[in-house]
């Protein structure tokens, strides 16, 4: 399945005013927060992408043209020349799609139509939120159906109490938001083309065409309660550093899968293997 990436938005609340990087280009570690977004896809096998680029197109392109494997693989430096030992983007294939500056997200999908039409199914995403959801349940989910989209539904975030008040100002019961029930759009979104039937120009993805699909019982919700950690401003980003940095980095869900193979003993041998080559 293609997946769509919408990462052309301003990121105000993300700005320190010294700076034009956009939001999915800030640092989690040694990576932009898209590309954790982009190893979190291809990690269950989907690595053809589709950027919507908007505001600080420029940036993203650039990373991408300079991308330096060395900042997240391991590497042996043998007589002058760069080993690695492993590749995160080789097999990746990624479409930079200029969809406008101050484009809503619907408007922005339907610039890429073309792209994605013939599609029996598509991924579309923010480039700026991080999860440990089943990916792959997630599409069993939405292949089961004949909903034309899905997103993931996760619990509130906010830290805020709800009161219960009754008519005489007795509180009569005090319970946090994630105990309700109710859900937050938690993106992840999927799509069969027949979104585009509801996609008007400059409309939004949500508002003018999931929420009307909702009423007619075209939306179906996949509900994940595991980690979810959306990077709208500095505080979250800055929490998502520092997760990144205790190591406790729940969204890198192929951290544990590579970690079962031997990758030093490989170089080792893949080293010795081109010396004789040379010989």
């Not at 693989?73 to 101050?102: R, Y």
């Not at 700026?128 to 509130?156: H, I, K, S, W, Y």
């Not at 009307?212 to 929490?239: C, I």
Request: aromatic share 10%; glycine share 8%; charged share 25%.
């Amino acid at each position: 399945m293609k997946v769509v990436l919408f990462c052309g938005g301003y990121g105000m609340r993300m700005r320190d005013g010294a700076s034009d990087l956009p939001k999915p280009m800030h640092p989690v570690g040694p990576r932009p927060l898209i590309w954790h977004v982009m190893r979190y896809y291809a990690h269950f096998g989907h690595k053809d992408f589709v950027l919507c680029l908007g505001y600080g197109a420029h940036h993203i392109k650039n990373y991408f043209l300079d991308y330096d494997e060395t900042e997240s693989n391991d590497f042996v430096l043998h007589q002058g020349e760069v080993e690695l030992m492993g590749s995160d983007i080789k097999d990746w294939n990624i479409t930079f799609v200029h969809t406008g500056l101050d484009s809503p997200i619907g408007e922005r999908l339907r610039r890429v139509k073309a792209l994605v039409k013939d599609e029996e199914m598509f991924h579309a995403n923010y480039a700026d939120v991080l999860t440990d959801a089943p990916l792959d349940r997630m599409v069993e989910q939405f292949a089961g159906t004949d909903a034309v989209g899905q997103l993931m539904a996760v619990p509130p975030q906010s830290a805020f109490h709800c009161v219960d008040v009754d008519d005489n100002g007795r509180l009569e019961s005090i319970t946090t938001l994630q105990e309700m029930p109710i859900w937050e759009n938690g993106g992840y979104l999927m799509f069969r083309p027949e979104i585009f039937d509801f996609l008007e120009k400059d409309c939004d993805l949500i508002a003018d065409a999931a929420a009307p699909l909702a009423r007619k019982g075209r939306m179906s919700a996949y509900r994940h309660r595991g980690f979810w950690q959306p990077a709208d401003t500095v505080k979250e980003r800055n929490a998502l550093e520092a997760a990144y940095q205790s190591g406790a980095r729940p969204w890198m869900l192929w951290e544990s899968h590579e970690t079962d193979q031997d990758p030093l003993q490989a170089a080792i041998a893949e080293m010795h293997r081109s010396s004789h080559q040379r010989d």
